[in-house]
């Protein structure tokens, strides 16, 4: 018998499972309709042998030692500090856009006074959203956030997200902030790197405890039903807690209609080459269908005669034909989200977390937060 189903087998749901049966020695069942581990941070090897990202790059980055510490237990570390270029007029330059860029886009005296500008207004080391420059009155730093919106920011967007970034919530372009600093680096927190054996194996480590049993290509809906008057697994009573780590919508069969996604289309290449380009991912904000280029081995670290690549196009989520990546975290889906979380709130020990169950833009690091949060709560009941 179960003391915890857990629906999603992602980062979410694996914390979860570790920490139930590890910690307070529960039964733990783990239903996961794909035919993996890990969710969307789940990595393979390709035909070729080189270590691929199948549901597109991913660099671990925290600044919480709680989190590095936690997942430090089920793997050593290979120390990467991703950093990113974009291709604007022709040239590859450091994003996020910082001193350095303006050096390489601008002339040399147009470029210092930009720079001197920035630093007596907001201070060296400091990093400001788009959108926050785009407030500024002084003709000088009008030009450059009227530049840098038009060359970096506008047209990713409305490829990434269908609406430009006034219509998104700003903290989604606020991510990639124009940053008055020399440090090319795309993160700064303290922690980062990649898993060394690859996501992968990590989660298999997470996993690997008797009381843990896994369900592949097995959707709950198939063997269970969860419901406000009480749940059931293989037709009989479950009186257990649940976990759900999928999306919210999906558990109430969409009453409120559908919460809108971003979803994305990869194209992976290899070559014959041992490197292709000269860091991990390279932006494409102008022009092409596709928003970036990521070449794995600059990531993984691994040494490999040839190297992958992905593009990634973005579209629509449809339901049953790609997958929900992105919650498109604009007002009005706040609003629908709350409603679906307000019936989940009446659902009996059943507990929702992770990116598509509180439709949050999360990365990794937030999700094992949150997750542990979760974990310590049910822990002190
Ligand atoms: P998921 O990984 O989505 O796991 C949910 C699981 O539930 C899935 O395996 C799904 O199949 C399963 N499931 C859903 N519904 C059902 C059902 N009905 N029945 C059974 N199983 C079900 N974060 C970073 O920190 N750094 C990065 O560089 C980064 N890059 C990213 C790049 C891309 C393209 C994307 C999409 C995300 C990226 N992220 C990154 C975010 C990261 O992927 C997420 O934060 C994390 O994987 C979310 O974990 P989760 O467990 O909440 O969800
Ligand atoms: N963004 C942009 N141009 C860039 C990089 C990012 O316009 O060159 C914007 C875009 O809206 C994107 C958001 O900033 O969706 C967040 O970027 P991030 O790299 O964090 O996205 P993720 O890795 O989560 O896809």
């Known amino acids: 018998m179960y003391h915890t189903i857990i629906i999603g087998a992602g980062y979410a749901g694996l914390v979860l499972a570790e920490r139930l049966a590890s910690q307070q020695n529960q039964k733990v069942l783990v239903i996961e309709q794909r035919q993996h581990i890990g969710g969307n941070a789940y990595d393979r090897y390709d035909e070729h042998g080189v270590l691929i990202h199948e549901y597109g790059p991913h660099i671990f980055h925290t600044r919480?030692?709680?989190?590095?510490?936690?997942?430090?237990?089920?793997?050593?570390?290979?120390?990467?500090?991703?950093?990113?270029?974009?291709?604007v007029d022709g040239q590859e330059v450091p994003i996020p856009f910082n001193l350095n860029t303006i050096e390489r886009v601008f002339p040399p005296a147009l470029a210092e006074r930009l720079q001197k500008k920035l630093v007596d207004v907001f201070g060296y080391n400091v990093k400001v959203p788009i959108l926050k420059l785009r407030e500024q009155d002084d003709k000088d730093l009008k030009f450059?956030?009227?530049?840098?919106?038009?060359?970096v920011f506008l047209h990713y967007t409305l490829k990434q997200w269908g609406i430009g970034p006034e219509e998104l919530d700003p903290t989604v372009t606020g991510r990639v902030p124009v940053?008055?600093?020399?440090?090319?680096?795309?993160?700064?927190?303290?922690?980062?790197?990649?898993?060394?054996?690859g996501y992968t194996e990590m989660f298999k480590n997470i996993l690997n405890h008797p009381n843990i049993h896994l369900m592949f290509n097995t959707r709950y809906q198939d063997i269970m039903t969860i419901s406000?008057?009480?749940?059931?697994?293989?037709?009989?009573?479950?009186e257990g807690q649940i976990i759900y780590t999928g999306m919210i919508d999906e558990l109430?069969?969409?009453?409120?209609?559908?919460?809108?996604?971003?979803?994305?289309?990869?194209?992976y290449d290899i070559f014959d080459v041992e490197y292709k380009?000269?860091?991990?991912?390279?932006?494409?904000?102008?022009?092409?269908?596709?928003?970036?280029?990521?070449?794995?081995?600059h990531l993984t670290g691994q040494k490999h005669p040839k190297t992958s690549l992905a593009r990634e196009y973005p579209q629509h989520y449809v339901k049953g034909e790609n997958i929900p990546y992105y919650p498109i975290t604009a007002e009005e889906n706040q609003v629908k989200y709350k409603k679906y979380?307000?019936?989940?709130?009446?659902?009996?020990?059943?507990?929702?977390?992770?990116?598509?169950?509180?439709?949050?833009?999360?990365?990794?690091?937030?999700?094992?937060?949150?997750?542990?949060?979760?974990?310590?709560?049910?822990?002190?009941?």
């Open 64 to 87: 919480s030692k709680e989190v590095w510490d936690y997942l430090s237990q089920f793997t050593e570390w290979h120390h990467y500090e991703h950093r990113v270029l974009a291709k």
């Open 252 to 267: 109430f069969d969409f009453a409120y209609g559908e919460l809108p996604y971003r979803s994305l289309r990869f194209e």
């Open 228 to 238: 406000k008057d009480g749940h059931t697994l293989f037709g009989q009573p479950f």
């Open 144 to 151: 450059l956030a009227e530049y840098v919106y038009e060359k």
């Open 277 to 297: 380009q000269s860091v991990g991912q390279l932006n494409s904000p102008n022009g092409y269908d596709f928003t970036r280029i990521t070449e794995f081995k």
């Open 341 to 381: 979380k307000q019936l989940a709130d009446t659902l009996p020990n059943v507990h929702l977390v992770g990116r598509l169950a509180e439709y949050k833009y999360y990365d990794m690091d937030a999700v094992v937060a949150t997750a542990l949060k979760l974990y310590k709560k049910l822990a002190s009941k």
């Open 179 to 197: 940053y008055v600093s020399r440090d090319d680096r795309y993160f700064q927190d303290p922690y980062q790197g990649l898993p060394k054996y």
